[in-house]
């Protein structure tokens, strides 16, 4: 009995070394020491032994069955250590490699643009001021002193979606929104910028979908020299220092009287080139004294209230700062145009 189990213990011993997986070595488990194992049938021939015996070779069952158990636990270490070795080995990080470059997106062209012109009057003390891309007719035309049937609504082709709503066409409907919600009248500096439509065929200066920044004061004593002079201080901020303007009658019906603004062209100074067409000067903006029409529909005394405002497309802004040529680049998001900027 006792050869036997020592016998018992060294085919065990063999059959574990030679387990490659966890599931061969369960296997070996299950047949020296699961409920059909050999040490199962010794177990009852024990029945048989005299009361001495009894207990003597019980002991050495029990000494065969936890040797195996250990040789078990102890290959089934070295398999899972195996197994982690390999993973290790395999997913090793070549620490020798060159990196990768990952490209740092950046802001567009557009909004570094509109966040330049923002700092700018804001600087000047305005606020910002939002309001909806789809507006009604009121907003849009009406109290900007541009009743229905007005000749001056076809300087602005207007994408309606109802008889009375429409995307907006410039940002001025929030500059009435903005007087209409001072109800106290109190001086005003804002400036509303936001993307417009207009019902353009789009070709390499025009886009039906485009920004504008407007801004509007309004107070007891804004002047025409204000705004000259406002004018004058953007076009510094936005072309340089050396730059000049000069104001060229214009009409708009929500100004009296209105401008158009230039500024000597920053690429040849003023002598003529192909940018400013030989005339040295080159057009930005619109701008005037708000007209009384449009004070009057947001209930202000225009006896006591008198206002300047101005408005730019941001666009063209863009375009004439960074020489863009075509206002479609700026709207096809072509990852070789948007990375120069
Ligand atoms: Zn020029």
């Excluded at 966890?22 to 005299?50: C, H, P, R, W």
């Excluded at 007209?291 to 405002?309: C, E, I, P, R, S």
Aim: proline residues 3%.
């Amino acid at each position: 009995m006792e050869n036997k189990l020592k016998q018992m213990v060294i085919l065990a011993s063999d059959a574990i070394k030679k387990c490659k997986t966890i599931n061969e070595l369960m296997d070996v488990k299950a047949l020296y020491l699961g409920k059909k194992s050999e040490f199962n049938t010794i177990m009852q021939d024990l029945k048989g032994l005299s009361d001495e015996e009894k207990p003597r070779i019980g002991k050495m069952v029990n000494e065969a069955k936890q040797a195996i158990s250990a040789l078990i636990e102890e290959r089934k270490n070295h398999i899972d250590r195996e197994k982690i070795d390999a993973l290790l080995k395999e997913q090793t990080i070549d620490i020798t490699l060159p990196g990768k470059k990952i490209a740092i997106g950046h802001k567009h062209i557009l909004t570094k643009t509109i966040e330049e012109i923002e700092d700018i009057f804001v600087g000047l003390g305005y606020t910002i001021k939002e309001g909806p891309e789809i507006e009604s007719d009121k907003y849009n035309f009406e109290m900007l002193n541009l009743p229905k049937d007005h000749p001056a609504r076809e300087m602005q082709d207007s994408f309606y979606i109802t008889e009375e709503t429409l995307l907006r066409t410039h940002t001025s409907p929030v500059q009435v929104r903005s007087l209409l919600a001072n109800t106290n009248q109190e001086p005003l500096k804002i400036i509303c910028p936001g993307v417009v439509y207009r019902k353009d065929d789009d070709d390499q200066t025009h886009s039906h979908q485009f920004m504008q920044i407007e801004a509007l004061v309004v107070d007891e004593k804004a002047t025409l020299a204000d705004l000259k002079g406002t004018l004058l201080l953007v076009a510094k901020k936005l072309f340089g220092e050396n730059r000049e303007i000069r104001l060229r009658p214009s009409y708009f019906p929500f100004t009296e009287p209105s401008v158009e603004v230039d500024v000597s062209c920053f690429k040849c100074n003023g002598i003529g080139c192909s940018m400013c067409k030989q005339t040295g000067w080159i057009e930005i903006l619109g701008a005037g004294m708000v007209n009384n029409n449009v004070l009057k529909a947001a209930g202000y005394d225009t006896d006591k209230y008198q206002g300047f405002a101005l408005g730019m497309g941001i666009e063209r802004i863009a375009m004439l700062k960074y020489g863009i040529e075509d206002i479609r680049h700026l709207y096809t998001n072509d990852l070789r145009f948007n990375s120069q900027f």
